[in-house]
């Protein structure tokens, strides 16, 4: 900040994703206007016409990166930031694109583009982590509006942000829900997901996805033993952790002891 007075400056920006996440803090409208006095938004292409130049207290970073400029520009953006906070399973985890770090990513070039001279990419897409240092991550495919206001205001504060750090299951018990392994045999990644959605696939019959990424703590391993006995097969337990956060080593692990490169 340029002077005592001055707000905190919180600055924006998207490497390789969707948006959702970026959406999810413009959803948080009514969340953030009990905090929007005490910020300044200097840097927000999805939502505001105001480019403004560094330095920033906060930088919110969604997106993984997938190419040498993006590798260049989070390293700006790093040398610009005071606390930076990677958001959403692309920036915590290298997102659903990260699928690529399996495969010859020249070949689907050549595959899908007509001129793939035109196309320049790294092989793989990797999280933020892995590029520059990060202050927080903060997960989710999308992340938590209610989570990112807290983490916001946490930061302001100069605390420690009160997340969640167990599973999605005890979310399910929250709600009351019956457990969707136990009572049907189906499988479910709840057990090692983080919580955050408050047990969304589950209340609607589903095995959760695992959007959240690991919980701390996670027993993958265990849970790819428990899908096993109930017979789900070997592809079918690597795509279950070969999703959202692919590349989160938890998961990352267990898929490729399931599927050996």
């Known amino acids: 900040m340029s002077s ?28 953030l206007l009990a905090i929007s006095g005490a910020i ?20 919110l970073i969604e997106g993984s990166i997938t190419t040498h400029h993006d590798a260049d520009v989070i390293q700006q953006v790093r040398r610009q930031s005071k606390t930076l906070i990677s958001i959403g399973a692309c920036a ?3 997102g ?3 699928l ?10 050549r595959l899908v583009y007509a001129k ?6 790294l092989k793989m897409s990797t999280p933020i982590a892995e590029h520059v240092p990060v202050d927080m991550e903060l997960r989710g495919c999308p992340i938590n509006k209610e989570q990112l206001v807290e983490v916001i205001s946490a930061t302001l504060a100069g605390r420690k942000p009160n997340l969640p750090t167990y599973s ?18 189906t499988a479910c990644l709840g057990p090692v997901t983080q919580a955050g959605c408050g047990g969304l696939c589950p209340s609607m019959g589903r095995g959760c996805y695992g959007c959240f990424g690991p919980m701390e703590s996670s027993n993958a391993p265990g849970l790819a033993e428990r899908f ?6 070997q592809a079918d337990i690597e795509r279950s952790f070969r999703t959202f956060n692919a590349w989160a080593w938890q998961f990352r692990k267990v898929s490729e002891e399931v599927h050996p490169q």
Do not use: H
């Open 228 to 233: 096993r006995i109930l017979g789900v097969p």
């Open 168 to 185: 999605v299951c005890i979310e399910c018990k929250r709600r009351s829900n019956v457990c969707l392994m136990v009572a049907c045999g």
């Open 100 to 109: 690529r770090n399996w495969k010859d990513v020249s070949e689907y070039v």
């Open 116 to 121: 793939p001279d035109f196309i320049s990419t």
């Open 40 to 59: 300044d938004i200097a840097y927000f292409p999805e939502a505001s016409r105001r480019m403004a130049k560094g330095p920033y207290d906060i930088a």
């Open 4 to 31: 005592k007075n001055a707000k905190p400056r919180v600055a924006v920006f998207k490497f390789a994703s969707c948006d959702g996440c970026q959406l999810s803090l413009i959803d948080a409208e009514d969340q």
């Open 96 to 98: 659903i694109q990260a």
């Open 92 to 94: 915590t985890a290298g």
